[in-house]
C-alpha cells in the first residue's frame, strides 16, 4: 500500500495525503479526517526509512541501563503520555551498565534516523554524549551536568538526601549509611545524580554533628546489588542503624539481606529508599522513600524533546523536579 492508494482512495492528490502526514500548516480539519480515514481503512503504514529520507521518522528513542528498576517505567509512563497524541513511536534501548554497550545502543538509534534521543543517566562517556546531541535532538534526564547542546531533567537530590537524614536524625539515629551507584571514572560526568546526592548526604551529616559517623557504600542499583551491600553493612559489630539506597531496587536487596540476617525491619534497622516506584507502597513493603516525580520527569523530557525536534536550538533547558519524602513502616526510632 503505497501514498498514491491513499490518495486514489480519499479522492485527493497524493501532495494533500503529504501535508497531513507532516502535519503540515494550513490543512483543513475535513481534509485531515479525509486522508487519515483512507489510512485507516487500508491499513496505511507509512515506511520509517522513506519518512526519514523526507526528513521525520516520528520515532524517539529511549536510552536505559535495564528494565528492572521500576522507576524507569515511571519515567517512560510521563514519556508516552506527553507523546500519546502526537505521531511519535517510542523505541526503548535497554543497553545494560557498560558505557560500550550504552554507546553503541546510541549510535544504533542514531543509525535508524530517530528523530530525537531521551538518555536515562547515560553512561557512555559525557563527551560522545555530546557530540550526538550536537547532530540529534537529546535530552538526559538524571546528570545535573548542563550543556549548550542538550536540554536536561533532574531531580533536586542534594535536598532529596537532606530530607532523609533529617526525617532519620529526629527518629533518633546517628549511624545512617548512604548506598550509593560507583558510576564510571572515565564517563566524564561531573554531577550525576548518585554525587549529587552523597554531596548532599554529606552535608546533612555535617550539619547535624555526624560527619565522622558518614559512610558511603557503593553498589549497583539492582536487587543483587542492594543485598550484598546490605550482608556488607548488617553483618558487622558497627552496622548502620539507618540505611538510604540511592534506588527502590537496591531497597529492596536490603530487605532480603537483613531477612536472611535475621533482622527486623524497621525493629532493628531502618531503611529509606529512592524514586517511591509502584512497590515501594505495597503493603507488605511500606518503604519510606524520596518521590522524584518520575511520571513527570519523563513527560517534561518529551516536551523539552518535540521542541528540540521541531527547532528550538537557541538554548539549552535544564529543568528541576523537587523531591518529597513518603513516610512508611520501614522506617522507626532505633533501638536503645
Excluded: C
Amino acid at each position: 500500500m503505497t501514498i498514491t492508494d491513499v490518495a486514489r482512495h480519499a479522492g485527493v492528490s497524493t501532495a494533500a495525503v503529504s501535508k497531513v502526514m507532516r502535519n503540515a500548516y494550513g490543512v483543513s480539519p475535513a481534509m485531515q479526517d479525509r486522508v487519515r480515514t483512507a489510512m485507516a481503512e487500508l491499513d496505511y503504514r507509512p515506511h520509517a526509512a522513506a519518512r526519514g529520507m523526507r526528513g521525520r521518522t516520528y520515532t524517539i528513542g529511549v536510552l536505559l541501563d535495564n528494565v528492572r528498576n521500576a522507576f524507569f517505567a515511571d519515567i517512560l509512563d510521563g514519556i508516552h503520555q506527553e507523546l500519546e497524541d502526537s505521531e511519535y513511536t517510542v523505541l526503548i534501548g535497554a543497553a545494560g551498565f557498560g558505557p560500550d554497550e550504552q554507546a553503541r545502543t546510541i549510535r544504533s538509534m542514531v543509525d535508524r534516523q530517530m528523530d530525537g534521543l531521551v538518555l536515562i543517566a547515560p553512561g557512555t562517556p559525557r563527551a560522545e554524549v555530546l557530540s550526538t546531541a550536537a547532530v540529534t535532538p537529546t535530552v538526559v534526564i538524571g546528570h545535573h551536568d548542563t550543556s549548550e547542546v542538550h536540554d536536561s531533567v533532574v531531580d533536586a537530590d542534594d535536598l532529596g538526601a537532606t530530607l532523609v537524614v533529617d526525617h532519620l536524625v529526629s527518629l533518633g539515629h546517628r549511624d545512617i549509611a548512604l548506598i550509593s551507584a560507583a558510576g564510571s571514572r572515565t564517563s566524564r560526568w561531573q554531577r550525576t545524580p548518585e554525587i549529587v546526592l552523597a554531596e548532599g548526604y554529606v552535608r546533612a551529616m555535617e550539619r547535624h554533628g555526624l560527619a565522622d559517623r558518614a559512610r558511603v557504600h557503593h553498589a549497583a542499583y539492582t536487587d543483587e546489588g542492594g543485598r550484598a551491600a546490605g550482608i556488607a553493612l548488617l553483618s558487622g559489630n558497627d552496622r548502620p542503624t539507618a540505611i538510604l539506597a540511592g534506588a527502590d531496587v537496591a531497597a529492596l536487596g536490603i530487605y532480603r539481606a537483613a531477612d536472611e540476617l535475621g533482622l527486623s525491619i524497621p525493629k532493628d534497622i531502618s531503611l529509606v529508599g529512592y524514586n517511591n516506584t509502584a512497590i515501594a507502597s505495597l503493603a507488605p513493603v511500606q518503604l519510606t522513600s524520596v518521590d522524584q516525580a518520575g511520571q513527570t520527569m519523563g513527560a517534561a523530557a518529551a516536551k523539552m524533546l518535540i521542541e528540540r525536534v521541531e527547532g528550538r536550538r537557541d538554548r539549552s533547558m535544564q529543568t528541576t523536579m523537587t523531591p518529597r519524602l513518603i513516610v512508611r513502616r520501614s522506617t522507626g526510632a532505633p533501638r536503645a
